[in-house]
């Protein structure tokens, strides 16, 4: 016997990271390394900004020099002098323009190159991550955390650089030519006003983030809620639960009501603060300029140009504002979405895994014991299925059935014992290359909102039709889609919810016959079947399991009488084994089980 294999435990599970982390993850997205066209484009926005701040600093001076020409002496001015200096201002209006708009588009492949892959890792990490994740979470709230995140992403990018950096520049370079031209104490005043704005804005902003925070929990629940409803509208159906339903979203939604009036409550007070400072700042430098002018130091041009820098530098600074709040909550939304990659799945590949090599199918259960939370689902569970073999799996429900069919695709593992398919230990294997051999027709099958033929190709590189057609004849579907309008591109709705049961459990067994694999797992594969179909498509699954591993997990006891060997499972327990003939000879579980079946339906013979 192989030792067993041992899965070291995860490092660490849903950590969560810090905003350092975040800006961190964020900038690997924005510079891939040997991506010329990336670095390009990066450079050149960089290069469009700074020609957009240049000439934002010549209009002011433009404008200027128009007044002091005209107001010299109004009556005796040329005024093909006057319109050559109102061409250049108009020149560097729009070439601020064009470069702004120049630096978006070069720059927006960039951001949204970076929001693809963000968004692309972490759903691909999502499908990498272990059931239990899957059965802990709900999807509603993880996919509104991972648009909520790719959205903060497009934000920091766009308006970080096309917004933040030619702020920043804009005020170096306006606090320049305030010294140069006016004196040091306009360049001052400006600086500071604008130190004590972003201070305040930064420490409210900071407090106001966890009113953010509450918001989005809330409406992820909210998001959770309506997703789960709409997704089980049937049963809600069923059970005249829609009010009951409304009231459980409304209530969802209170919450999130709630949250969003206090966030809101909270920026009011930012924004009074805000305007305050710039409307102080903006008073105190006019002053100056005003005292200036009575002292003869400056023209009234001048004045034009100081109140025109400060109005041109204000006013995007109020604007600032409100891009830190929506930078602060772009972060917080990038953390939360960030901190799904650090989920690690319980489940995962060595680095020494290697291919699974099929060498006939043999699927060895070794002393397996496996708990899931305080109950034990399967004890000291051992038998094998020899190359070639059709072994069913009986029982009352909780026995463990559909237990051992993770725990064979792996989606657990054992707490002891070994599961081997042709002596490899399923530890020691690559996932991918475990569940590409086996194919599964699930008791509740839930297909994706596409076509028929799409659904029926699932999991395949390419979709040959002629194949398609093929295992859906065999599955007995052919003659249903044929009496469609649009046949094999008709759409089966959400989950499938436009076929029957027997239709939608058809298109898995055709799914699983198009697999074409060395294994095959049933789990109650013709539950949802009428009689007729049942006995046809079972021929039909003799037909394609011959001479390869078969695993059945049946409840019809009927469709498993043909069966090598059938092992009765109670509470984990393996506690009969054998054929039809030899169980019901023994007079024990099973033979009860087949006794009540058959005086269910007339179809079973009585033993």
């Known amino acids: 016997m192989a030792d067993a294999v041992k899965v070291e435990p995860p490092a660490k599970y849903g950590e969560k990271i810090g905003v350092g982390q975040a800006l961190l993850e964020l900038v690997r997205y924005i510079s891939p390394r040997g991506n010329r066209e990336v670095m390009t484009r990066t450079f050149l926005a960089l290069l469009f900004i700074s020609i957009a701040r240049a000439a934002t600093l010549i209009v002011p001076l433009t404008y200027g020099w128009v007044v002091d020409y005209v107001s010299e002496d109004p009556f005796a001015f040329d005024i093909s002098v006057m319109w050559w200096l109102l061409g250049a201002y ?126 989005n929990d809330a409406d992820e629940k909210a998001a959770t809620r309506a997703v789960d409803s709409l997704l089980n509208y049937e049963t809600v159906k069923y059970f005249n639960a829609e009010e009951m339903e409304a009231k459980r979203f409304s209530q969802a939604l209170k919450g999130y009501e709630d949250a969003a009036v206090v966030s809101r409550t909270s920026l009011s007070l930012v924004n009074v603060g805000q305007g305050l400072i710039i409307s102080i700042g903006l008073m105190i430098v006019m002053g100056l300029a005003g005292q200036d002018i009575k002292a003869g130091n400056l023209s009234i041009g001048s ?9 041109q530098l204000y006013l995007p600074l109020n604007f600032l504002g409100y891009i830190y709040r929506e930078i602060r909550q772009s972060i917080a939304d990038m953390e939360r979405m960030f901190s799904l990659l650090t989920e690690d799945p319980d489940i995962k590949d060595f680095p020494t895994a290697v291919p699974l090599k099929i060498n ?117 579907l052919d003659h249903f889609i044929s009496s469609l309008p649009d046949g094999y591109d008709t759409r089966v709705g959400e989950r499938g919810l436009k076929l029957s049961g027997g239709e939608k459990q058809r298109v898995a067994i055709a799914r699983a016959i198009l697999k074409n694999p060395s294994i095959f797992l049933f789990d109650e594969a013709t539950s949802a079947l009428d009689s007729h179909t049942e006995k046809q498509i079972q021929s039909s699954l003799n037909a394609i399991s011959q001479e390869r591993t078969t695993l059945i997990i049946a409840h019809r006891l009927s469709t498993i009488v043909a069966c090598d060997e059938i092992l009765v499972l109670v509470k984990g327990e393996i506690v009969e084994r054998g054929t039809h003939t030899q169980l ?21 013979p009585a033993s």
Do not use: C
Request: net charge neutral.
């Open 90 to 215: 108009a020149l560097a209006r729009i070439s601020q323009q064009f470069f702004d708009e120049g630096s978006e588009y070069v720059f927006v492949r960039v951001a949204q190159k970076a929001v693809h892959a963000a968004a692309l890792r972490t759903f691909r990490h999502l499908h990498s991550l272990s059931l239990k994740f899957h059965l802990d979470r709900q999807t509603g709230g993880l996919t509104r955390a991972i648009e909520r995140g790719a959205k903060g992403m497009e934000f920091l990018l766009t308006f970080a650089l096309l917004e933040v950096m030619p702020l920043i520049i804009e005020l170096i370079l306006v606090s320049a030519i305030l010294w140069g031209l006016f004196g040091f104490y306009y360049a001052l005043v400006t600086v500071i006003t604008v130190i004590i704005y972003a201070t305040y804005t930064l420490v409210l902003t900071e407090w106001r983030i966890k009113f953010r925070r509450r918001m």
């Open 360 to 476: 006939g199918g043999r699927i060895e259960f070794d002393n397996i014991t496996f708990t899931y939370g305080p109950r034990a689902v399967l004890k000291n569970l051992s038998f094998t299925v020899e190359p070639g073999e059709r072994v069913a799996l009986v029982g009352p429900s909780g026995a463990g059935k559909s237990t051992i069919s993770k725990l064979l695709f792996r989606f657990y593992d054992p707490d002891a014992g070994e599961i081997r398919i042709d002596g490899q230990s399923l530890q020691a294997i690559e996932q991918s290359s475990l569940r590409s051999a086996i194919a599964m027709v699930p008791q509740d099958t839930v297909l994706f909102n596409t076509t028929i033929a799409e659904n029926i190709a699932y999991g395949t590189d390419e979709m040959d039709m002629d194949k398609v057609r093929k295992a859906a004849e065999l599955a007995s």
């Open 584 to 604: 019901l000879a023994k007079k024990g579980v099973y033979f009860d089980m087949w006794e009540r079946q058959a005086s269910e339906s007339p179809q079973i």
């Open 303 to 311: 004045f034009v140009v100081v109140n025109t820098y400060l109005i």
